[in-house]
């Protein structure tokens, strides 16, 4: 059987810093011994690519690629799978000047067809002229590539049969594109951030030297998906920037088996890994009950980190809990922010102080006031809980501004702007939805809620989620999180908005996805969440229970709220009362 790449180089000296491009990086790595390393969704080694194998295929496939009708700078779409053909083919862009497309795989998307608009959509605004994939979503693929620009539909076998082109392209240098990445929630109007080779040599040096501080004996363990900036440029690029190994579980593979990822951690004795706090939950709800916890060793285990949503200290403190007889140490979570239009990262808290959180008072002071007032922990008062996400990395500035573009003092809520030298230039093609987010001195309006403490950043949620009632601003997170916290909710199961009511104002929706079969259990379940929601929030909510898989979530996992509503206001999510008897049996 052929064994993983090594931790670390024998004698290549490590180095994170002085790379202009993808390739530079890539040049420097394929000197030494480290690579990716590809699993099977049980946890078994699949497939081992080095970085000298890596670039010698990418640079064969690059003299390969002008001879499918491309011009320099054209387009390149690949449907990003877990597995070498993807990344042979994006670094085979970077070599022929080409600009690699990542497309997200068929994960909650309703169905084949829903999968097919969704990548036409990101075909069409990419303007993309050769689309790749594997043998099984081939079909697929050429479904959705009708009626766009696309060329060909091929796979990378089937490239690299063509023959050497007589004059290569030449590869990108420091001023030109790198690629173009949709973000998660990109629907029917798709935006893609170009994101240039100077902003994600930026971004890589500044995650290697000052947000994790890496080491050559580092390892990362990844099943976050490549088609998500934090799984394509923490857990990919950045790994080949800095010759680090990464062993990769599918997504789909951890989503069925969750406690792979704590295997490979504890096998290859990972020290670094990220996760959206669904995973850690996911982890260790798996888990939960488990006597055979004790057979891992995370011990080495020294960044956990948590991104691209809310963060939530319970849930952490459950995984740390679970994993305690593992040897998990909970100083290892790492708090970041960050976003696609800023390649990714922009703050991370310290290495080595776990989570950290801000108690504030809830009600008037919050939601009307938007003053996050700082509670003790013996204050009777309600509050509610915030993680401080850390500093902003050198050479990147945070401020919070009010809806006027004034800056905010600290503690006072309002929108996180963000300047760097990794953030986009704008929207590909897209000018009228780049000038929504640049503003007229440079910086990035995020669309994201929150304040400053400390020098320190603290997301409360998104601006365009915030639910506004009688002059409160109610965080749906607040709401979902309390229902999920009663007996048989599951973790997803619940999206909270606002919709205009019969007088022109708003009221407050929760969908709770419902799995009870009688109707008097729906009901008893209906009332739970009401008085939940009435206890933690102070409001009154009406609560459609709808049947399981009603929700839509993104493809990097997160839950669109956006969709949600517009299938409750286009009358497509139905309350199960009215499809379901009192003679039927609760669902498994």
Partial sequence: MTDPTPTSNRSLP????????????????????????????????????????????????????PRAGLLRGDRVAVIAETGPDFVVAFFACQYAGLIPVPLPLAINFGGRRAYAERLRGMLAAADARLAVASEGLLSTLREAAEGTTVKAVRTVAELMELPPAA??????????????????????????????????????????????????????????????????????????????????????????????????????????????????????????????????????????????????????????????????DPRAFLASYGLAEATLAVTFAPLGRGIRTDRVARGDTLERDRLALRLDETD???????????????????????????????????????????????????????????TADGWLDTGDMGYMVGGELVITGRSKDLIILGGRNIWPQDL??????????????????????????????????CRLGRKEDQERFRREIRAVLSRVAGVECEVVLAPPRSLTYTTSGKLSRAAARAKYLAGDLRDVAEATGPELAPAA
């Fill in 480 to 513: 979902e999180w309390a229902v999920e916290h009663i007996p048989g909710v599951r973790s997803g199961d619940v999206a909270a908005f606002s919709a205009p009511d019969e007088q022109d104002g708003e009221r407050v929706v929760v969908i709770v996805e």
């Fill in 167 to 328: 004059r290569p392209f030449a590869p990108f240098d420091a001023r030109e594109p790198c690629y173009i990445q949709y973000s998660s929630g990109s629907t029917s109007f798709p935006r893609g951030v170009l994101v240039t080779q100077r902003a994600i040599a930026a971004n890589a040096r500044a995650i290697a030297l000052h947000g994790l501080a890496l080491r050559p004996d580092d390892r990362c363990v990844s099943w976050l998906p490549l088609y998500h900036d934090m799984g394509l440029v923490g857990c990919c690029l950045t790994p080949v920037m800095s010759q680090i190994t990464v062993d990769y579980l599918e997504t789909t593979g951890f989503a069925r088996r969750p406690l792979v990822w704590i295997k490979l951690l504890s096998e290859r004795r990972g020290t670094i890994s990220f996760s959206p706090t669904f995973g850690y939950e996911l982890a260790a709800r798996r888990a939960a009950g488990n006597n055979g916890v004790d057979r891992y060793d995370l011990s080495a285990w020294r960044v956990a980190g948590i991104g691209g949503e809310m963060i939530r200290e319970s849930a952490l403190a459950r995984f740390a809990e679970t994993f305690a007889p593992a040897r998990f």
């Fill in 380 to 438: 009777p008062r309600p509050a509610r809980r915030f993680v401080l996400c850390g500093r902003p990395m050198p050479g990147y500035r945070v401020e919070i501004r009010d809806n006027a573009g004034r800056p905010l003092p600290d503690r006072r809520i309002g929108r996180v702007h963000i300047e760097g030298p990794s953030l986009m230039a704008g929207y590909f093609r897209d000018p009228e939805a780049s000038a929504e987010m640049l």
């Fill in 14 to 65: 490590f180095r994170v810093d002085g790379f202009e491009t993808l390739t530079d990086g890539l040049d420097y790595a394929a000197r030494g011994e480290t690579g990716f390393n590809f699993h099977s969704p049980r946890g078994d080694l699949r497939c081992v690519l080095s970085y000298a194998e890596l670039r010698e295929r990418a640079r064969r496939l690059a003299e390969r690629l």
